[in-house]
Structure formats: structure tokens, C-alpha cells
């Protein structure tokens, strides 16, 4: 994002300087992001007392809907919302990326202590319910040396409208044929197997608690519980650990796509980069290109304006690729 398009958003928001009266900024949506967003906030709260910024971690869906809707000033998501549902709000909406995560496959296996390997055809097979032991013949073939457990494999999914989830089912939908058949991709799909859990708080909860269990969460959210995560083949045939840099690495390949007129709606998911992470993802905070209330459409404009630079230095430090220097402004 240029300086230009920033500038760009903030005449379309008829951007004002807040003055002395304190500005209430209500936002909600996606959980994935909601490790920096409450470190932002927080920050910028303290820096700018006169602007009060509040987020309720509810799942992209959700934000989607609230904000479609007009109950919150901004939403948060990982899916970005599709051309009939921006229709439906007859185009007022911009999304804008705030910073790259990776979605990873966390597992609870007390005995095992090497990282478990898994091959997308092998991992789209485990959430299909096809691959049910965790010592199944094609799991311990790319896991030699490791002694896994004849355990029966628990799946751990999300029950929300969730962000997470598209990330997720739009690797999976890309890398496993009958999984896009069968599945498909989407915020909410109908899961073949598994248990639920709100929230990518509740999944790496149900995860943590059930021995066997794997469910897919935000990568901060496993460092955060310190939860193993699965060392995941990318389609360079390399193993490739969910990192900042192999998410950056899979943000690199997108950039091309993103020309002057872009909407920032692009998927980095099984990107071609030698070092890139397959399950990656920007997320975005969606704002209206028009607001009725000058005074929130400036502390807005502020606030993202300040998540677009200096608060990009706080990602690495609880789990998030900042945004490539191309997209800031």
C-alpha cells in the first residue's frame, strides 16, 4: 500500500482530526488476528487517550456480518468477503491488510518429542476422515524415526463462522482434489469428521486437553500454549516449518498480483516459493469507504495509518509477519 493509497483512504473517509471529546471506535471479527490487534490497541490507546478502540475476537463471520450490517465501525477478517456480499453494501467497503500469519496443524502427542511431518494429500486425508490412526502406514513412512502412538486420531475444527477455517479449507481445497469436491472451501463448511471448538481460542483449548487430538489454529496461538505444530510439505516438495520468514516467503509470490488498482483480496495459500509456508495468509481489517461520523472516520484513518507503520514492528514479537514494505505506507 502506498502513501498515496493510504492518503487515497482517508478522502474517502472524509477524514477529520478527532478533537478534545473522546472517539469510541467498535470493531469485531476474525480471532486470527486478535493476538496484534489487542497488542495495538492497547498501545495506541495509551499514546491517544482520546481515542477508545475496542475489538470482540467472534470469527470472521461474524465481523462480516456486523459490519455489513453497521453495528461496529470495522470489521476483521481472513476471508475476504466475496463481490455478492459487497454488492449487498453496494460497494462501501475497502479492505485493508494489517499483517501475515501462518495457520498451523497443532497436535497433542505427550510421547512423541520430534516435529510430525505431514504431506498435504496426507494431512487433507487426516481432516477427511480417511487416516484415523497416528501411526497409519503413510504417516509413519514420512516420519522415520519417530515413534508414533497407535492412537486414534481426534479432529479439531472450528464450530464459528471463522477466517481460520477459509485459510485452511482453501489449502486443503487446493491440494487435495476430493477434499474441493467433497468440502470445498468457505468460513464455515460441513466437516466430515471432528470435534468443534469457538474461536481459534477454543480449538487450541480442545486440542491442548485431548490427547491425539489435531485441529488447525493461528500460528500465535500455538506459540502463545506452546503446542507442536506439524513440519508441512510445500508444493516445492520442501518441509517447511511455520515461521515469519516462510510466511513472508509465501506473501513474496502474491505481490505480483497486487497491482496499482488492487483490492487486496488475494490467498497465498499453496504459494510456489521455495521457502514458503503453504498454509499462510494476510488478514484485513474491512472499513467503509464512507462514514456519516467525520470524527470516527479520522481517529480511524489514524489508527490504521499507525498499525500500517510503527505498529508493524510489534507482529514478530507475538507471532505475525509484518506486511512486505511494498504494501506499507
Known amino acids: 500500500m502506498t502513501s498515496t493509497r493510504l492518503l487515497a483512504l482517508a478522502a474517502l473517509l472524509g477524514a477529520a482530526v478527532p478533537g478534545a471529546a473522546q472517539v469510541q471506535l467498535n470493531g469485531a471479527g476474525a480471532t486470527f488476528p486478535n493476538i ?6 492497547l498501545t495506541y490507546n495509551q499514546a491517544h487517550p482520546d481515542v477508545k478502540l475496542n475489538y470482540q475476537s467472534i470469527g470472521s463471520g461474524g465481523g462480516i456480518r456486523q459490519f455489513s450490517d453497521g453495528t ?3 470489521g476483521g477478517t481472513d476471508a475476504p468477503m466475496t463481490d455478492s456480499a459487497i454488492a449487498a453494501i453496494t460497494g462501501n467497503v475497502l479492505h485493508i491488510p494489517t499483517v501475515l500469519g501462518a495457520v498451523v496443524a497443532a497436535y497433542t ?6 516435529p510430525v511431518r505431514l504431506t498435504p494429500d496426507v494431512l487433507a486425508d487426516i481432516f477427511l476422515g480417511k487416516i484415523t490412526k497416528w501411526n497409519d502406514a503413510r504417516i509413519a513412512s514420512i516420519n522415520p524415526g519417530v515413534a508414533l502412538p497407535n492412537q486414534d486420531i481426534i479432529v479439531v475444527h472450528r464450530s464459528d463462522g471463522s477466517g481460520t477455517s ?3 479449507t482453501d489449502y486443503l481445497a487446493k491440494v487435495s482434489p476430493e477434499w474441493a469436491q467433497k468440502v470445498g472451501k468457505g468460513t464455515s463448511v ?3 469428521v471432528g470435534l468443534g471448538g469457538r474461536g481459534n481460542e477454543g480449538v487450541a483449548a ?3 486437553q485431548t490427547p491425539g487430538a489435531i485441529g488447525y489454529i493461528e500460528l500465535g496461538y500455538a506459540l502463545l500454549n506452546k503446542m507442536p505444530f ?4 510445500n508444493q516445492s516438495g520442501n518441509w517447511i516449518t511455520a515461521s515469519l520468514e516462510s510466511v513472508t516467503a509465501a506473501a513474496a509470490g502474491a505481490m505480483k498480483d497486487m497491482g496499482q488498482n488492487t483490492d487486496f ?4 495459500t499453496n504459494s510456489p516459493g521455495a521457502q514458503a509456508y503453504p498454509a499462510a495468509s494476510f488478514t484485513w481489517l474491512l472499513v467503509h469507504k464512507t462514514y456519516g461520523d467525520s470524527a470516527k472516520a479520522g481517529a480511524l484513518v489514524a489508527f490504521i495509518w499507525w498499525a500500517e507503520t510503527e505498529g508493524q514492528a510489534k507482529a514478530p514479537e507475538v507471532g505475525y509477519a509484518p506486511l512486505p514494505r511494498e504494501l506499507r505506507p
Not at 109 to 114: M, N
Not at 265 to 268: D, E, G, K, P, W
Request: hydrophobic share 55%; net charge positive.
Open 36 to 41: 496484534i490487534y489487542s497488542n495495538w490497541m
Open 72 to 74: 461496529v465501525d470495522f
Open 109 to 114: 502427542l505427550p510421547d512423541v518429542s520430534q
Open 166 to 168: 477459509f485459510v485452511w
Open 190 to 192: 460441513n466437516w466430515p
Open 206 to 208: 480442545t486440542v491442548r
Open 230 to 233: 506439524a513440519v508441512l510439505r
Open 265 to 268: 483480496r488475494v490467498s497465498i
